[in-house]
């Protein structure tokens, strides 16, 4: 639309010469006019396109939309050199070394994580891949909400009828709960409390910390890391 505005001003300026007759401003009325039908007709196609598409979506009984989930996650490349492993000591270092949460950038965050920053659309900033046949790696910094966030974690592949799907492909490392939660208590998080049977959180006078955990079947009950979402504090509403 702006494009066929743009071509009718185009026209229309052109003719300043023409302009001065009466036939002429008749012409260049019309030539505006037929513009402006254009742009009109150009507009109702697209909505008309995007309310088909929204429609067809729509249409789609919930096991065709998760059939083509599914077909986009397998298209989707598992990207070599990404862990949990790697992003839970991440995770650590950032504690470790950056004093504030006001000082953790995406340049630091994603080197300390050991994957870009540069992987999802503004106002976030971090990346995604696939790392597993089944499994994904994740993390993104929002530091545009009430209460700015660095959330790192993994999601498995979208399941019909269950949420549950086993991490022990991605818990064979050190880092689970039994290792993590010592190095964590060793930097000052102490006092755990729960938000549920699998959210442990703690809090330090510049950080707060919730670790989500996935116990593995396959490995004995043993409670892998799902995600840790890290946060300031005092949490407080930005002026």
């Known amino acids: 639309m702006a494009m066929l505005l743009t071509l009718a001003g185009c026209r229309h300026g052109g003719d300043t010469h023409a302009a001065d007759t009466p036939a002429s401003t008749a012409n260049s009325t019309a030539t505006v006019s037929t513009a402006t039908a254009t742009a009109t007709a150009a507009t109702a196609a697209t909505a008309a396109t995007a309310a088909t598409a929204k429609e067809g979506t729509a249409r789609m009984t919930t096991q065709q939309q998760h059939d083509d989930y599914v077909k ?21 270092h ?9 000082d953790i950038t995406p340049e630091i965050a ?10 999802m659309p503004p106002p976030r900033h971090g990346y995604s891949a696939r790392i597993h046949a089944n499994w994904a790696m994740v993390w993104f910094l929002n530091d545009t909400s009430v209460v700015p ?5 993994v999601e498995h592949r979208p ?53 989500a955990l996935l116990p593995s079947t396959q490995l004995n009950g043993r409670l892998c890391i799902k995600g840790i979402t890290l946060q300031p504090m005092p949490q407080q509403v930005r002026p």
Request: negative net charge.
């Open 72 to 92: 986009r996650w397998e298209t989707w490349p598992i990207r070599e050199g990404h862990s949990p492993e790697r992003a839970w000591q991440g995770v650590l």
């Open 94 to 102: 950032l504690l470790r070394t950056v004093p504030r949460f006001a």
């Open 110 to 119: 994603g080197k300390a994580l050991g994957m870009p920053s540069d992987g």
């Open 149 to 153: 966030e660095i959330r790192v974690f």
């Open 159 to 211: 399941l019909a009828d269950s949420a549950y799907m086993d991490p022990a492909p991605i818990c064979d490392g050190p880092t689970d709960w039994a290792a993590l939660r010592p190095e964590l208590e060793a930097m000052g998080f102490v006092n755990w409390y729960r938000t549920g049977p699998l959210h442990h959180i703690a809090e330090t006078e510049h950080f707060a910390l919730t670790v």
